[in-house]
């Protein structure tokens, strides 16, 4: 599976931004597509994610901003991230798992200036 991750930007704090992840084949068999991210120094976090019956989680940090969705049609997961913060600035990634592999995106910037 490719992935192309697409939508991030520069934003203020407060801002809004709605990232995508196409994927080059359905979704729909997809044990789980999830949204990481990873800033400077740190380690990949996971952002969110949804698995093949549409159940989605979240992290703590995010819970009440961000919204995952898909639309299986286009074979494309979305995030919506809304109120971003400064600290949220990183390099997003998505990932899908198909019960035997995982497939990572190249990743979309996100920076969010104070």
């Known amino acids: 599976v490719q992935l192309q991750a697409s939508g991030g930007g520069l934003v203020q704090a407060g801002g809004t931004l709605r990232l995508s992840c196409a994927a080059s084949?359905?979704?729909?068999?997809?044990?789980?597509i999830d949204w990481y991210r990873q800033a400077p120094g740190n380690q990949r976090e996971l952002v969110a994610g949804?698995?093949?019956?549409?159940?989605?989680n979240y992290a703590d940090s995010v819970q009440g901003r961000f919204t995952i969705s898909r639309d299986i049609a286009k074979n494309t997961v979305y995030l919506q991230m809304n109120n971003l913060k400064p600290e949220e600035s990183a390099v997003y990634y998505c990932?899908?798992?198909?019960?035997?592999?995982?497939?990572w995106g190249q990743g979309t910037l996100v920076t969010v200036s104070s």
């Open positions: 990932r899908v798992y198909d019960a035997y592999t995982n497939y």
């Open positions: 084949r359905s979704i729909v068999s997809l044990v789980a």
């Open positions: 949804i698995t093949s019956a549409g159940s989605t």
